[in-house]
């Protein structure tokens, strides 16, 4: 692996701003309440992995996480797998999601940007009492715990209302994205059987109607066990056999939580199921509430903050603006095509409404730098104080762009988790200096390390992100996972007892982190390793690249062949020029070794539906592996990408 090549600080928090943060505010509770003091943050962290039952339980305490029946300990048992978190405890994730309501029921709770329903918002009495009125439509529909709604939604309060309204009853909530095919949506709601269906039967993108009736008739046809299905009319009418949303919402009846289990099953999240069957995980209420609270401390979110991500309800960063509304802050749903009518479009609204913290995928960061765009010279930024990114490794240009053009003084803080957990491993805090390149911190109670080939820790080198202590949000189970093998198999077969997450990471000396790709796609060329994420830096810094993919293919009896994939930007061509520049630029930023054998032009790279690159699946086409099965297309966000990689490998077989 490369060194971190720039780590110059770029940003360090004023003394007001770290001393008026939620992080400042935990430590000065944890030094009054429980005599603790740190030197540092990363005294913080040592206690908070090493002293799992002080820390969990200060975190309950200090955000006043109410229990209707108070658990008997803290940890039951420390295994990995099977982990026993509050034992004998009992409340509803649902009714802390709400707690505003009572403090201040009219201020804002959500304001939602649609291309479908255009610019509303609810105070968060209206938030409740909707929540109210389609909980006691669904308990008379016969729902109730453990039976699951599922519902194929965009990112509106429609489907965060029909979430509160599940969980408030103990039922489990389920939901993918209405640009998701059916295949894909079916082999997800398939393995958990639901007994409600909701669905919104079209939506606008990018100034274009889309009509899925025909889709949606499918799934609902495809899903036996449903036994109602509820519809929101944009295309057309409400089915005959259907109930229409709109009817749901206005019922005046009380707001009422029904008390579950600690580890009852909250929602069910998917892997990407991009080779093999989605891994249907399942989380529990108690897990994702002390996580949500916990990565509010990280993104630093109150009351007061008015908080956005860009997110498609298919990917977890919909279930993470939960950590949002469980502080009270104000929460806008985003549910328009980013890039139309420009690349300005999100940064406008974030202006517009006064957010303080906006989220997106590193993906679009890259984007807007290709754009060139320059959010700062065009919009009144002056509210928006932090900038969260994640799905994949922001790149150097990436920084560079964020405190050239969005804004000098802005906490930029890149995190890095999966939908596995819910959470992020490693993440922000305000507290600390931002260094190009890094992810400030690894996140309170989450004992991650970087263990080398042996499985020794190391700081300062690259290694498998693993993580040695049990955590609240990890997965009860897989869902139809009797014998727990799919779940072990996922995450501890390597290292028995824990968790290995599939990732590349380095532990700086001063705490901070570097992610460099998944660790199943490693580079390795004559016995040096390598994160994918270094070459893309290197690739994608070129004006004339728009996005790349590399894949190193370890041949049996052959030498390995590393080919590199690029989309150019529109006029570009791949002459000797560009060649030459594109091997020098991957020479001086990573190593000659890294040198690919052969750049290849095509016209998109394969991307999973949140995002991520398809590097194992292009992988395992170009040993020789049956395109039908290396990936499933229909989780794929542009399935017809593949066929360019397919038409390459048939001219690899014939050299």
């Known amino acids: 692996m490369t060194e971190i090549m720039n780590r110059k600080i770029l940003w360090t928090p004023s003394q007001e701003r770290s001393e008026n943060s939620r992080m400042a505010e935990f430590q000065n509770w944890l030094g009054v309440k429980k005599s603790l003091t740190f030197p540092d943050y990363n005294a913080l962290w040592d206690w908070s992995v090493s002293d799992l039952d002080g820390f969990w339980s200060a975190l309950v305490a200090f955000f006043e996480l109410e229990f209707d029946r108070e658990a008997s300990a803290v940890l039951g048992s420390r295994s990995m797998p099977g982990a026993e978190w509050f034992p004998g405890a009992e409340l509803n994730w649902a009714r802390h999601m709400l707690r505003q309501a009572d403090k201040t029921p009219n201020s804002q709770a959500l304001v939602v940007y649609s291309e ?30 453990g039976d699951r709604v599922t519902a194929v939604l965009p990112n509106t309060e429609t489907a965060i209302i029909a979430c509160l309204a599940a969980t408030s009853l103990g039922a489990i909530w389920s939901l993918c994205a209405p640009d998701m095919g059916h295949v894909a949506i079916l082999d997800r709601f398939r393995q958990i059987e639901p007994k409600v269906l909701i669905y919104q039967d079209g939506y606008v993108h990018a100034g274009k109607t889309i009509d899925r009736r025909d889709v949606l008739s499918t ?119 980013p890039n139309h009518p420009d690349m300005l479009d999100l940064w406008r609204r974030a202006a517009d409404e006064r957010i303080t913290y906006l989220g997106v995928g590193a993906a679009y960061i890259t984007a807007c730098v290709k754009a060139g765009i320059s959010p700062r010279k065009e919009l009144d930024l002056s509210a928006l104080v932090s900038l969260g990114t994640t799905g994949s490794p922001l790149t150097s240009d990436g920084y ?4 050239s053009e969005v804004k000098e003084d802005i906490w930029l803080a890149p995190i890095s988790g999966g939908t596995d957990l819910c959470g992020a491993f490693v993440c922000g805090n305000v507290m600390l200096p931002v260094r190009a390149g890094e992810m400030q911190c690894r996140a309170l109670g989450n004992a991650v390390r970087a263990f080398d080939e042996v499985g020794k820790d190391v700081i300062g080198a690259v290694g498998e992100l693993v993580c040695t202590e049990p955590l609240p949000s990890m997965p009860l189970f897989f869902w139809g996972d009797e014998d727990g093998s799919r779940l072990h198999s996922s995450y501890f077969d390597t290292y028995p007892g824990i968790w290995r997450h599939g990732d590349w990471i380095e532990i700086t000396p001063e705490g901070g982190s570097v992610i460099y790709g998944r660790s199943d796609a490693t580079i390795n060329r004559r016995g040096l390793r390598l994160g994918s994420s270094e070459m893309y830096q290197a690739v994608e810094g070129l004006p004339e690249i728009l996005d790349s993919l590399v894949v190193d293919l370890e041949f049996l009896g052959r030498d390995s062949f590393m080919p590199l994939f690029v989309v150019l930007a529109e006029g570009e061509q791949l002459d000797d020029t560009l060649i030459d520049k594109i091997k020098v630029a991957i020479r001086n930023s990573v190593s000659a070794r890294f040198v690919p054998d052969e750049i290849n032009v095509v016209p998109e790279i394969p991307r999973t539906l949140s995002g991520k690159k398809l590097e194992v699946p292009v992988k395992k086409l170009l040993l020789g592996g049956d395109p039908a099965k290396v990936v499933n297309r229909d989780s794929m966000a542009n399935p017809e990408s593949f066929d360019t990689f397919i038409a390459y490998a048939k001219t690899r077989e014939a050299t």
Not at 116 to 144: C, I, K, N, P, Y
Not at 400 to 403: E, I, K, L, Q, T
């Open 400 to 403: 560079d762009w964020v405190y």
């Open 116 to 145: 479908t329903f255009g610019r509303s918002d609810l105070t968060w009495a209206e938030l409740a009492a909707q929540v109210a009125s389609v909980a006691r439509h669904l308990r008379e529909m016969g729902v109730g715990q």
């Open 219 to 337: 799934i609902a046809k495809g899903l036996p066990s449903v036994e109602q299905t509820i519809v929101l009319p944009v295309v057309g009418g409400v089915p005959s056999e259907a109930l229409d949303w709109r009817d749901l919402l206005h019922r005046d009846t009380p707001l009422t939580f029904e008390p579950v289990p600690f580890d009852h099953p909250l929602w069910v999240v998917y892997s990407s199921g991009t080779t093999g069957n989605p891994k249907p995980i399942v989380h529990g209420h108690g897990g994702i509430l002390l996580e949500g609270a916990k990565q509010a401390l990280h993104q630093d979110l109150s009351a007061d903050s008015r908080f956005c991500w860009l997110t498609s309800s298919g990917w977890v960063m919909w279930n993470a603006q939960f950590v949002a509304l469980g502080q009270g802050a104000t929460t806008l749903l985003y549910d328009r095509a």
